[in-house]
């Protein structure tokens, strides 16, 4: 066997050359950094949106950066989202020249200090239509404006700021629902508008959103609900150079403390990928693509202490962890179109599918008494943007899609309910809701000198609907304590009959017209008017919605303003309420509820 010698004596010699080879490395940067001259500040960036007087984003825009003394210290243009951005700029005051076919060329003041530089959001006015924008950047007041779509207590959050703000699971409309009245909101819930069209849900994932707005132009005509009952998403549109973003979220309950209530800890986990690209498609840069998928993976479980079951038939305690996963899928695909007079299509295709197991599980509910809900998905977007001329342009934009939403129970038997024990049998909620709907609108914006009038037709819903209610069909018995569930004693029971099965239409048609017109240079104001008609509730044809809004600055260059308003705002039932009348208008559906006596008998 041959023996190795450690050599102590070399091993020490070279640790200590490490030792000082380590402390060279961290003192000659330190002594050279000390005869160096401190750099200059850093320099800042320049970024925001170009847009057209209807809010839509204005490709190819060219934008120019001048210094002080006339040179040119940079330029650039839009892409396809009317994106911009400047990098690199040194300190002091430049003057924006943006420059866009079919618009007055724009002129935008700003400031580079070492204060930090909001997006700029610049509107071009429609061919003779002049307007110069003046932005001092190095102020920390907001710009304020007699636009009244530009009024100080919006909440216009961009694509920049929501990549800068943390937002759990990435619910930007969660997120931005607080800042809603709940006041404002109808009685069907939440109005979401995506791009210009009311929808159920965004059409894209988190990270194609490019803005979010809540209260713009609060009165506005062109909207069902106030500026406080609604959320407004502008998604991301195609790009000439290829763009992606991907996010990730993962979560585990090893991090998680005890539960009080659970024999054993949870095991639970959650996996979410999310992520959007864009680029050309061929080689033609008018044609584009936005591509944007989620798959959420949420291993969820629900804790069961109840003091008994019914099967078998036993006072033990239950202590049990229930698997409850909760699976989401949805993918967008959309195309792009760009003509060269500024014109603009793109159709898109949207699938989603969620279910989610154990539902209504946990506490004195036992894993026989939960449900199964599932949601799925399809839906087609179409928009096509027209300029008919430097004064005239329109807006089309609809939506068709068709869900399946079902709700299953766990297992088909009468519920059996004991008061504070345990909630067992059937869950008794299966329900089947279908829906295959139409949402669109189509409006047109004139400007003419001091007036910019809009006008046009808007269906927030036409939708044919169906509706299976099949809840309690086997009955659910309530029994006073385990005493008298032993004994089989109920003390009442629950019962729906008849047929569950409707199919309705639901028909919801509006009208609109607007005029803002800038009487002064610090005063503007909004006439409007809304014509409503839903085919239930709201069966007439006197629904006219009347608005109005005013904006002066008692100095044109100052920086305060004086807003007001006023409309008429109709409610909608929304489908559930519609179903549930034809549900239960005493022949199709009755539901009973009957008190026992302490036999089980009717009384």
């Not at 091993?11 to 401190?38: D, E, G, I, N, Y």
């Not at 009957?594 to 036999?599: G, M």
């Amino acid at each position: 066997m041959k023996s190795v010698n450690s050599k102590p004596a070399e091993h020490f010699h070279s640790a200590t050359r490490m030792v000082l080879l380590f402390f060279f490395l961290l003192v000659l940067p330190a002594a050279l950094l000390a005869q160096t001259p401190q750099p200059a500040p850093p320099a800042h960036t320049l970024s925001g949106t170009v847009l057209d007087p209807s809010s839509a984003d204005v490709v190819d825009a060219q934008l120019t950066l001048v210094t002080a003394n006339g040179s040119v210290q940079a330029s650039t243009s839009t892409d396809r989202a009317g994106y911009f951005f400047f990098d690199d700029l040194p300190h002091g005051k430049y003057r924006l020249r943006i420059h866009a076919v079919g618009f007055k060329d724009g002129l935008v003041d700003v400031t580079i200090s070492a204060k930090p530089l909001l997006p700029l959001r610049i509107t071009l006015a429609i061919s003779a239509v002049s307007e110069v924008v003046s932005v001092t950047a190095d102020e920390n007041i907001p710009q304020t404006s007699t636009d009244p779509s530009e009024n100080l207590n919006a909440n216009n959050i961009t694509r920049d700021a929501l990549d800068r703000v943390p937002v759990f699971d990435l619910d930007y409309i969660t997120l931005l629902s607080r800042f809603l009245s709940d006041d404002a909101i109808a009685t069907s819930g939440v109005s979401l508008v995506v791009n210009g069209v009311e929808a159920n849900g965004p059409g894209v994932s988190a990270s194609a959103v490019q803005e979010v707005k809540i209260n713009q132009n609060p009165y506005s005509a062109r909207f069902a609900r106030p500026g406080r009952a609604r959320v407004e998403i502008t998604t991301k549109a195609g790009t000439p150079a290829y763009h992606g973003t991907v996010n990730f979220l993962t979560r585990n309950s090893v991090f998680d403390a005890s539960n009080a209530l659970a024999a054993t800890k949870p095991t639970e986990s959650r996996y979410m990928e999310e992520g959007s690209f864009t680029g050309p498609l061929g080689r033609d840069k008018r044609n584009t693509f936005l591509l944007s998928l989620e798959q959420d993976n949420d291993n969820l479980q629900a804790v069961v202490h109840a003091s008994g079951s019914p099967v078998p038939p036993t006072t033990n305690p239950v202590d049990e962890n229930v698997p409850a996963p909760q699976r989401h899928f949805f993918g967008s695909f959309r195309a792009f179109h760009d003509f060269d007079n500024g014109d603009q299509v793109w159709v898109g295709y949207s699938y989603e599918d969620q279910k989610n197991r154990n539902q209504g599980v946990g506490g004195i509910v036992l894993p026989e008494a939960g449900y199964t809900t599932g949601f799925t998905e399809h839906e087609l977007n179409v928009s096509y943007r027209h300029i008919f001329s430097t004064k005239w342009v329109n807006q089309l934009r609809f939506l068709f899609g068709h869900n399946d939403n079902p709700t299953t129970s766990n297992v088909a038997a009468p519920q059996l309910l004991v008061q504070g024990v345990f909630t067992g049998g059937g869950a008794q909620a299966d329900l089947h809701r279908t829906e295959a709907h139409f949402d669109g609108t189509d409006f047109v914006t004139y400007t003419n000198g001091r007036h910019m009038l809009v006008f046009g037709v808007d269906v927030p819903d036409l939708s044919r609907r169906g509706s299976d209610d099949f809840t309690y069909q086997q009955g659910a018995y309530t029994f006073a304590d385990i005493n008298a569930f032993n004994a089989n004693q109920p003390a009442g029971f629950r019962i729906q009959t008849g047929d569950g099965h409707v199919v309705f239409w639901e028909r919801i048609v509006s009208g609109f017209i607007e005029d803002s017109v800038r009487i002064k240079p610090n005063l503007s104001v909004t006439l409007g008017m809304r014509y409503y008609f839903q085919n239930y509730f709201n069966n007439d044809v006197n629904n006219f919605a009347p608005r109005f809004a005013i904006a002066w600055a008692p100095r044109p260059q100052g920086k305060i303003i004086f807003r007001g308003g006023a409309g008429v705002f109709y409610d909608r039932s929304g489908n559930r309420a519609i179903a549930d009348l034809l549900h239960f208008n005493g022949i199709n559906l009755l539901r009973l509820i009957l008190p026992l006596q302490t036999n089980g008998a009717v009384p």
